[in-house]
């Protein structure tokens, strides 16, 4: 074998480093290995956090074994103290192998005494008396002759360890941060220190390249402000990403498609979405989480990445649909049962579940359907009433339905087996003023209908990062003011004289955000009020509206 053919099975030593804790850098170093191992490349994820240790905990099951299942093998430390004593520890001993195919080798043996042997470790002493550097320089080349990629989980901050990880082993640094000064300017700080560091040691490892990955990154809620440290970023940051980028890619474009953005329920405990929810949702975290590995997977090779040569992105599943049939019959149904309550005006939603669902029993619906009730004012969407025997939901073939007429509010809905919802509901507003529309009544009914949708789904048991599709539609609007329903709420009244319905459909996930649903509340009621002579709020007014509304009601949801 040439050197040449040699040099291409040599493998790339990957060291994810953050300055500061709370970056992300952990999670996205463990999904990053997922991908590479899923695309069929052998990966070595090494534990060198040695003070704040688990990345293996990302990979575990629950088919794993109980316990610590780092007591099984030795790691990191033990290896150190193993070269200290003179009794070296074969590595390929320290693996654990997890699916779908990551091998880790953990920071070392938890058996009641690695605190102990982590104190003991005093790395001055180490380099100068027991070659720890030529130790790990052999460790390094085995790794990369054995894997094709090696993931290396550092240290934060400035430490010895921190610099094992980031002048000793990677070939490139891949910067987590956040929109911190002192994130940002601590990870361009340590790349000059590595660099300089590298320079000194006694081997050509060659230009350390960084790779600066803005991490819990907030432009779907913040979005002036994220903005400004995006501009900031691609400032500080200029120079490492022109080391590799293309001609013609700018920093900012770079910083756009490798942000990852912070989705607050992947906060909680070691998951890996991009096995559970996918990369199919560019706003989602797995989308980024995927456009990382792919350049990592590419070395860097920036349209290889994004154009998918070698790693396409598997096919979009075709989502299923709602039953036009089903929705027709019912509102048939309901639109009689207004006309005869002599109702001029209504609010008309449905929704469902883009993916699959778990088939449900009548008597199983009417217990999902009674904890997803959010109450407001008047009756709660899908209310079930039980003081009254022919308004109590009917069980049917295909789910319940509830026909309730009780004089001064008309509501019908229905819910399928399968998760399908739709229910019509008379205006609150005809039950207090005629020819009226409130604007807030309208965005707190449609937070409620969103919120109301959520919690079905939940009863339901499908995961948050399942996706919904909802359309709202009101009715019997022409001729109506709009309003609002305190006087010291200031609003120019406006007629609308032209347009009686208006209906508008979203997409989102069940585990939305309290953010999300003022944005979607928002896009829903737009095209409702504009009607009446352009009306529009600003985006502060949904904002307050919604957020006293989930806040009364949040010991509900």
């Avoid at 700080?189 to 590595?194: D, K, L, M, N």
């Avoid at 469902?352 to 004012?377: N, W, Y």
Wanted: charged fraction near 25%.
């Amino acid at each position: 074998m040439s050197s040449q053919e040699g040099a291409k099975k040599r493998g790339t030593v990957y060291t994810f480093y953050s300055f500061k804790g709370g970056a992300g850098r952990s999670m996205a170093l463990a999904n990053v290995a997922a991908l590479l191992a899923k695309w069929g490349r052998s990966v070595l994820v090494i534990d060198w956090d040695i003070e704040a240790p688990g990345i293996e905990k990302f990979f575990i099951t629950n088919d794993s074994p109980s316990g610590s299942i780092r007591s099984s093998r030795p790691g990191i430390v033990d290896l150190i103290h193993g070269q200290a004593a003179r009794r070296e520890i074969d590595w390929r001993e320290c693996i654990l192998k997890f699916d779908p195919g990551v091998s880790v080798i953990s920071a070392g043996r938890d058996d009641g005494e690695y605190l102990d042997r982590l104190q003991r470790l005093d790395f001055h002493t180490l380099f100068a008396e027991h070659d720890l550097g030529n130790y790990i320089e052999r460790l390094r080349t085995d790794w990369i002759s054995s894997f094709d990629f090696v993931l290396v989980d550092s240290r934060t901050g400035v430490s010895d360890v921190g610099g094992i990880c980031t002048v000793h082993l990677p070939d490139i640094l891949v910067l987590l941060f956040t929109a911190t000064d002192s994130s940002i300017y601590g990870a361009s700080q340590i790349v000059e220190r590595s660099r300089r560091a590298q320079e000194l040691l006694p081997l050509d490892r060659g230009h350390l390249i960084a790779v600066p990955v803005p991490s819990k990154d907030e432009s779907r809620t913040e979005y002036e402000q994220a903005m400004r440290w995006k501009i900031k970023f691609a400032e500080l940051f200029h120079d490492f990403y022109s080391e590799w980028l293309p001609s013609g890619i700018s920093a900012q474009e770079a910083i756009e498609l490798l942000r990852i953005p912070y989705v607050p329920y992947w906060s909680f405990g070691e998951r890996l979405p991009v096995l559970t929810e996918g990369g199919f949702d560019p706003g989602s975290i797995g989308y980024a989480y995927e456009i990382l590995a792919r350049l990592l997977a590419s070395r860097l090779d920036w349209y290889e990445a994004l154009e998918g040569r070698r790693l396409p992105p598997p096919p979009s599943p075709k989502p299923r649909e709602i039953d036009k049939d089903w929705i027709a019959r019912h509102r048939s149904a309901a639109m009689k049962g207004l006309l005869k309550a002599q109702k001029p005006g209504f609010m008309e939603a449905y929704h469902g579940c883009l993916d699959s669902t778990p088939s449900k029993r009548q008597a199983e619906l009417l217990s999902i359907a009674r904890l997803a009730m959010v109450h407001t004012f008047g009756w709660p969407i899908g209310v079930i009433l039980d003081s009254r025997q022919e308004f109590r939901p009917r069980p049917t073939n295909d789910g319940i339905v509830a026909d309730i007429d009780a004089g001064h509010d008309y509501d019908y809905w229905t819910l399928t087996k399968s998760g399908d919802f739709y229910t019509l509901l008379s205006l609150f507003e005809d039950d207090r003023q005629e020819g009226v529309l409130y604007f807030n009544t309208r965005i707190i009914r449609v937070a409620e209908v969103i919120q109301h949708c959520v919690n079905l789904y939940k009863g339901f048991g499908i995961e948050p990062n399942a996706s919904v599709v909802l359309t709202v539609r009101h009715g019997g609007l022409k001729g109506r003011t709009l309003t609002a329903t305190q006087d010291r709420i200031s609003l120019f009244t406006s007629t609308n004289f032209h347009e009686d319905e208006v209906e508008t459909s979203v997409n989102f996930k069940v585990g939305v955000s309290e953010a999300e649903i003022v944005t979607l509340v928002e896009t829903l009621c737009e095209p409702l009020f504009v009607i009446f002579d352009y009306a529009r709020f600003d985006h502060s007014v949904y904002t307050q509206i919604v957020t006293n509304f989930i806040q009364g009601n949040r010991g509900r949801f």
